[in-house]
């Protein structure tokens, strides 16, 4: 597979699976499965105000908010503080709300499918970095400040030097034991 580049205006628009929301769809696997057929997503959501998220039983989930808005979630009960670009993970079975502090804000939202993938999301500072793709993995590197993405395939690498804060997002499929 190519190096392939995307830009914000090539993310389709999709509403949420219970209608409160949109999102940007950056990449899924399999392309077009829709909200209860995928195996895996990574998307960009815009968020404001009180709201509910919706619920993705056998999904593991994984959300950055992207700007300094406070965003608070609420999974089964428990509220959580999210911290601006740092990524936190939460199970896809849970009753999950939002409030968000201020301005509306985007997040990134980064799904899999339990059993099937997993995902590993860290973002990173400005600086030079170089990122290689392995195996069965697929690497999607996504600059924060215009949410440009990059897709690399398992023998493709990545050296770029970036002004802002970008995230790298590993999806492969689990481990079967």
């Given at each position: 597979m190519a190096?392939?580049?995307?830009?914000?205006?090539?993310?389709?628009?999709?509403p949420w699976k219970n209608g409160a929301g949109v999102t940007r769809e950056i990449a899924g696997h399999p392309a077009g499965a829709g909200p209860d057929g995928f195996d895996w997503r990574v998307s960009v959501a815009d968020v404001s105000g009180s709201l509910k998220f919706s619920t993705f039983p056998g999904v593991d989930r994984v959300v950055v908010p992207l700007?300094?808005?406070v965003m608070a979630l609420t999974v089964d009960g428990k509220e959580h503080r999210l911290r601006h670009r740092e990524p936190f993970a939460f199970s896809g079975d849970s009753t999950t709300s939002c409030v968000v502090g201020g301005p509306p804000t985007r997040d990134l939202n980064v799904m899999t499918r339990r059993g099937r993938y997993r995902s590993e999301v860290v973002v990173y500072g400005p600086g030079e970095r170089e990122v290689a793709g392995a195996g069965a993995e697929t690497t999607l590197v996504v600059r924060l400040d215009d949410l440009t993405t990059t897709v690399l395939g398992a023998d493709d690498r990545l050296r770029?030097?970036?002004?802002s804060?970008?995230?790298v997002i590993r999806i492969s499929p689990a481990q079967r034991v």
């Open positions: 190096i392939t580049a995307l830009r914000w205006s090539d993310y389709p628009v999709v700007d300094t808005a770029a030097a970036a002004e804060d970008v995230a």
